[in-house]
């Protein structure tokens, strides 16, 4: 057992656990973040995808203990408080979701593609999100709502606001 | 409790519930329905004798209480407030946004001020469960009946408060009008003090789908926001105070028995790390572990030491060779007909100029809900709550009493939206674990299945074999058919073509592995099998496989289907190199599809891609046009695994690639461009979406194939290996 300070979504939250435990679980049961999920336990499906310095990493495969003190984001800590992220906003628009238990994952990875890559091709999109599954099969509609987010970034207008 | 925690799951489980006795529970008395609501407006829907025999399984309690045969309510209150409770569940078809819209509609109130309460067995009404696309052929329409009744006892209100004539107010927006007047009252004025209950009248008017403000049109989902920020609890994001995380030791391999078990170590690990919140649990066969984290449980579980004994049991090599040698003559008493004859097969087959015998196969597929299944429990005395994912709230109450021997009115069921469900979440397995750990661990438990546990412990898509005998004369009428279908079921079996002479039998089989329903069940390896047999006799005949099937076809809906769906893929143009075309369609759950896709092999890898589909899809009157795209281009994603790659590997009771890095499911890229047209026809009842769009593509991909190299595959998955043809 360990002690381990988290930086999640801007807060420190010191946890008491085996440095082994995955951040996935840490997220889940010690800090009640529920929003990322478990789809597969081998970083195949994406579900549990987080921003951990700003890069897509798959949180069930990622160890808490090599964590202390590096930045992570989930998908809870994505709006600023009632304005949705553009990434958030375009899944809705598009109803890029329909049971939606992949769509914090898929959102998460979504916005480290466009933080990357602003304006990604189709073929970038399809390729950085191959990663992560949605069951429901609405990767048609995810891949409107990244490309409809990348407008939403760019255009100086909607930039900084809510949309 | 016993030692067989899980119920069996008959194939096609639905059809079989069609007919099973139902319990009816129903505790609520008229004033019962005030005191928990609240005061205000209350409308109830009681289904028809006729509608009972068929939703319910027949039956019908007498008593002084309200009719027991209710399948909704709706309330209004005094806040204006509209709720509407259903034993429907969401799984990700999005019935919670149509069932509002249907309120809306004929309530004549905003979609946000409607609330749905589903699938929660002390709230809502008993509900078989939601599948079989049942739901807005029964509920949407029960549901617009409720509003429609609703609004009119809200006019009758106004009109005995203005006293004024019914006929001159108009309800809009939620408040009824009279314009002649202009006076107004919101519904929130008009519930106000009142403690009305009415039961659906028999008659009422609806509002016809050519009139639809708000039905037909494509409202996003209705609680999406709480999707995009992670706000919404699935089951398996549930949780209590004081709650444990439960592991269940799995058997070695199915219908493997417990020779022995050493639970020692485990409990001192319990006892030395997490005394007094942690324990070992034993019952019978039944051996699982609590603890405070689901790390601790699984450490503890992995500590226990377990011998099992199984026996030789098939494996996938030689399965289909087990599938026809052991089949009964099987009675599948529910299906589409286990056995059905017209004519003389053995004499037209004798007459006809060309005959064709030919054998397809379907392999087991798992459903990979992507959220595995899940349930937290906690007990009261002897009340039991049970929070799960399952699309049979009401059917997993029933297991909970039967596995712990007590009445049904002392289990609750709740299920939160869940995260899919697919045909694949019609049994409680992780409520009665985690009740049965909860029990002895006196604190609320929950359980998560890993991946692993769900491929080898959930239920799968039957495999199947069908053997199609057919005779065809010159000019392209088919005379014969003979259609044997071994244990992958009867939904879809009857052809929709017009032959005089048929012979169609469905053959139960004792399957090796656990198997149940499936998003279309055993319409997809059934319309594999006849719209592939299609293709070949009309390259038999020397005949265009559109022009063949149309002159086979009378169903005027099929013919639109397929008309449109050619015309929109441009059916007949000229292909390039190593370009396939081919197309697939049918009737299925009262919807009507046909796909058509285009194909591309590799001619030195032999590698498929599929480049195009297109879906023509009928289902009367659309509800939501952007729901009903969503459910057609899914269905068709998810219909390229099982037509395409996915097949369950087995042997001797062990499943080989239970993981997602071993059982390829359709990802970004292998999305083919997807075009859909919907045909609305406003002047057919609304039916359900969520299964039949999946039938065509299996068949319209493999008879592209054929087209593209010559190579004629029978066998789902077509191209496992790679996505190579052999």
Known sequence: MATIHLSVNGHTHTVDTDPQTSLLTTLREYLDLTGSKYGCGEGQCGACTVLIDGKAQRSCITRVGSLAGRPITTIEGLALGDHLHPVQQAFLDEGAMQCAYCTSGMIMSAVALLQKTPTPSKRAIIDFMDGNICRCGTYSRIIRAIQKAAKMTQSPVAKGSDQ | ?726
């Open chain 2, 1 to 726: 409790m016993s030692a067989k925690t899980t119920i069996a799951t008959p194939m096609e489980p639905e059809r079989y519930e069609l007919r099973a006795a139902a319990s009816y529970r129903f505790d609520l008395d008229r004033r019962d329905f005030f005191k928990f609501l609240g005061a205000g407006v209350i409308v109830v829907s009681v289904l028809k004798p006729a509608a009972i025999a068929q939703e319910s399984g027949g039956g019908r309690r007498q008593g002084e209480s309200l009719p027991q045969e209710i399948d909704a309510w709706l309330h209004i209150g005094e806040k204006g407030k509209v709720t509407v409770f259903t034993g429907k569940v969401e799984v990700g078809q999005n019935i919670r946004t149509s069932l509002s819209q249907a309120v809306s509609e004929e309530l004549h109130v905003p979609v946000e001020q409607i609330e749905l309460v589903m699938g929660d067995t002390q709230l809502t009404p008993f509900d078989m469960g939601t599948f079989g696309s049942r739901t807005t052929p029964t509920m949407n329409l029960q549901l617009r009946k409720v509003a429609a009744a609703a609004r009119t006892i809200l006019i009758g209100l106004a009109a005995a408060q203005w006293n004024a004539q019914t006929e001159h107010l108009v309800a809009e927006n939620g408040k009824v009008t009279d314009p002649q007047n202009n006076r107004s009252s919101d519904y929130a004025a008009l519930t106000k003090g009142q403690r009305l209950l009415q039961t659906l009248p028999a008659e009422g008017s609806l509002i016809p789908a050519a009139e639809w403000k708000v039905a037909g049109q494509s409202i996003p989902k209705v609680n999406g926001r709480d999707f995009v920020t992670g706000k919404h609890r699935y089951p398996s994001d549930q949780t209590l105070p004081d709650m444990l995380y439960g592991k269940v030791l799995r058997p070695a391999a199915f219908d493997a028995t417990l020779v022995s078990v050493d639970t020692q170590q485990a409990e001192q690990m319990v006892e030395r790390n997490w005394h007094g919140s942690a324990t070992v649990v034993r019952d019978g066969n039944f051996v699982g572990v609590v603890a405070p984290t689901s790390q601790a449980a699984s450490a503890a579980l992995a500590a226990i030491h377990a011998e099992w004994k199984s026996e030789p049991q098939i494996s996938n090599q030689g399965l289909f060779d087990y599938l026809r040698k052991d089949a009964a003559q099987g009675r599948d008493p529910s299906g589409d007909g286990d056995h059905y004859e017209t004519g003389s097969v053995d004499q037209a087959l004798a007459s006809a100029d060309h005959h064709l015998k030919r054998t397809y196969t379907v392999a087991y597929i798992a459903h990979v809900p992507l959220e595995p299944r899940a349930a937290l429990a906690k007990w009261d005395g002897d009340q039991l709550t049970v929070w799960t994912g399952t699309q049979r709230p009401f059917g997993v109450r029933g297991q909970l009493a039967e596995a712990f021997h007590m009445p049904e009115d002392q289990v609750r069921v709740l299920m939160p939206d869940t995260g899919s469900g697919y045909g694949g979440k019609h049994t409680g397995e992780t409520a009665i674990e985690a009740a049965r750990l909860a029990r002895a661990a006196k604190r609320p438990v929950k359980v998560v299945w890993t991946r692993e546990e769900e491929f080898a412990w959930a239920y799968f898509r039957p495999a199947g074999v069908m053997d199609v005998t057919s005779g065809v004369r010159n000019d392209g009428t088919i005379v014969a058919w003979e259609f044997h279908n071994y244990n992958s079921g009867s939904a879809g079996i009857r052809t929709y073509y017009e032959i005089p002479n048929q012979r169609i039998v469905f053959h139960e089989v004792h399957s090796p592995l656990r198997q149940g329903s499936y998003r279309a069940l055993a319409a997809t390896a059934n319309h594999f099998a006849r719209e592939s047999h299609m293709d070949e006799l009309a390259h038999a005949v020397k005949m265009d496989p559109l022009e063949f099937r149309l002159k086979n076809l009378k169903n005027e809906r099929l013919r639109a289907v397929f008309e449109a769906a050619a015309k929109q893929f441009g059916w007949g143009k000229s292909k390039g190199s190593g370009q396939g075309f081919g197309m697939g369609g049918g009737y299925e759950k009262l919807g009507n599809i046909a796909t058509f896709a285009e194909v591309k092999v590799d001619q030195r890898s032999r590698e498929v891609m599929v480049v195009r589909v297109i879906s023509a899809f009928e289902c009367g009157a659309i509800v939501n046009p952007d729901g009903l795209r969503n459910q057609i281009e899914g269905s068709n994603v998810m219909g390229l695994g099982g037509a395409l790659f996915e097949a369950i590997e087995f042997e001797n009771g062990k499943i080989l690639n239970g993981r997602l890095s071993q059982y390829r499911v359709p990802r970004f890229t292998d999305l083919p461009a997807l075009e859909t047209l919907l045909l609305d026809r406003k002047d057919i009842p609304s039916v359900g979406a969520g299964e039949c769009p999946m039938i065509g593509l299996a068949p319209a991909i493999a008879n592209a194939i054929f087209d593209a190299c010559g190579v004629r595959l029978r066998a789902l998955p077509l191209v496992p290996n790679g996505l190579k043809i052999n």
